[in-house]
């Protein structure tokens, strides 16, 4: 089948040819006046030669998507269907029960971090709450599945401190430390809860409570949302 083309700009093919997906419209030297957006195009290097084939989009930054770097295989029906099936065959559950395909075990928590074990390698991350480990975990997993090995994951997660608004430590005033985070769900907010009494043992938690999502506004989690804040010892819901 003959696709509209696009032509990378010298020196751009690298990335794709190195699996980079996602194409950006200043890496392109021109299109196709029959190109539009949502159509399936093959992307060319500065010598004419096919290097991908993908979806476009005039409107968007990210102006290709890269569906196969191979010339032979079209883009239809079969192909998504059999990319599917490949997705399928190779999905694995991840977790602590004895039905998980990849399980977290021996799990030793401290006041400064979290270690655990998984599929023999021994993982230390300075993070605390059980959400955290299981989100490490994900992480060496789909990591280990692209190619990485267990030694630079261990060195990578052991020196991971987290995003910002994740239990974040704002500060620090007469003792008491201002933790922000960004949990906005009942589950995510007991488990934040839990985690900080992990890293503060003894030490009493007010939980303040902003509602901001369309749910948490609404009477949709109001029992659960009670009972989450109530596993802190001053739950405070703002107006």
């Known amino acids: 089948m003959d696709y509209p083309k696009v032509c990378l700009r010298r020196g751009e093919e690298a990335g794709v040819l190195k699996g980079q997906k996602l194409i950006y419209d200043n890496e392109l030297d021109w299109a196709d006046d029959i190109c539009t957006d949502g159509c399936v195009v093959d992307v060319l290097d500065s010598r004419q030669h096919f290097v991908a084939r993908g979806f476009f989009n005039a409107r968007s930054k990210l102006t290709v998507r890269v569906l196969t770097r191979r010339a032979e295989e079209t883009i239809d029906r079969d192909f998504f269907a059999r990319r599917i099936r490949a997705a399928w065959q190779t999905r694995q559950t991840l977790g602590f029960s004895d039905s998980s395909n990849i399980r977290i075990l021996d799990v030793e928590t401290s006041t400064d971090g979290s270690h655990f074990t998984l599929e023999g390698t021994r993982y230390y991350v300075p993070m605390i709450g059980e959400f955290n480990i299981r989100n490490a975990a994900m992480a060496i997993a789909a990591a280990q599945f692209a190619g990485l ?30 933790v922000d985070d960004f949990a906005h769900h009942p589950t995510a907010i007991k488990q934040a809860i839990l985690g900080l009494r992990q890293r503060y043992p003894g030490s009493r938690i007010w939980a303040i409570f902003e509602p901001r999502s369309n749910t948490t506004r609404r009477n949709i989690f109001q029992n659960e949302l009670a009972l989450s804040l109530a596993t802190a010892d001053f739950p405070v819901v703002a107006a």
């Open 149 to 178: 090995n267990v030694k630079q994951l261990a060195d990578s997660m052991s020196r991971f401190e987290g995003v910002a608004r994740r239990q974040e430590v704002k500060g620090v005033v007469n003792g008491i430390s201002v």
